[in-house]
């Protein structure tokens, strides 16, 4: 996939289909989709699971989804299973990104998903060290550790502060949070041969490490 811009009334509007981390030039950790505003993440899927983009609208009984990562290349794409699928991906001026398919008994196109909604969808719409749900009210709430200040009312964001020392401390342990999207990797390492037990135990090794979880998603889990 390449990149795509669209050009409406003086704005531009960039998708950048593979994110990653880059350290000298070379790919590393884990990439996900984002759609920019100009040079501003407007929304983003999770990361790679391995084998389909955290969060991010998915058909699997349609198509199954390949990621290609080396030294040498990095790309994604779709492969049906069955009879070809006429697909089309339309980034619209206004940031919604929508994905219809050609049905052929209707003669007309069907709409398989539009992103992102109005709330929890959008980058960083909690702020920081929060969590945003559409099943809760309020939707923006503080992670476990950390306690509520303030809230923007314009933008819903809520101002989290840590409600206790961050000094590594005997037998601190970790809180575990499901269902979510990671958020941006900006500091992290990452070991394949790993399982989740052996990645805690590391994780509890070094002060500056918050948090842990799997690479893959598939077979249950692995990596670190």
Excluded at 174 to 187: G, H, S, W
Aim: with cysteine.
């Amino acid at each position: 996939m390449a990149w795509n811009d669209i050009y409406h009334h003086g704005k531009v509007l960039m998708i950048h289909p593979l994110e990653s981390l880059l350290t000298d030039f070379n790919i590393q950790v884990l990439p996900k989709l984002c759609t920019y505003n100009g040079s501003v993440k407007y929304t983003c899927t999770g990361q790679w699971s391995g084998f389909a983009f955290v969060g991010a609208p998915y058909s699997n009984f349609l198509y199954d989804q390949i990621l290609v990562q080396n030294e040498d290349e990095i790309s994604f794409r779709y492969e049906s299973y069955n009879s070809p699928n006429i697909m089309i991906l339309k980034l619209e001026h206004s940031g919604q990104l929508t994905r219809v398919i050609w049905n052929e008994r209707r003669t007309a196109w069907d709409l398989m998903f539009s992103v992102p909604d109005k709330y929890c969808a959008k980058y960083g719409y909690c702020g920081a060290n929060s969590i945003c749900s559409l099943n809760q009210t309020p939707m923006c709430e503080c992670l476990k550790g950390f306690q509520f200040q303030s809230q923007d009312n314009k933008t819903g964001s809520v101002n989290c502060k840590r409600s206790h020392s961050s000094d590594c401390k005997s037998g601190d342990q970790f809180t575990k949070l499901e269902d979510f999207k990671a958020p941006d990797l900006l500091e992290v390492s990452l070991n394949e041969s790993m399982n989740l037990n052996q990645c805690q135990a590391e994780c509890l090794k070094n002060c500056t490490c918050r948090a842990y979880a799997n690479s893959k998603l598939r077979g249950g889990g692995s990596g670190c």
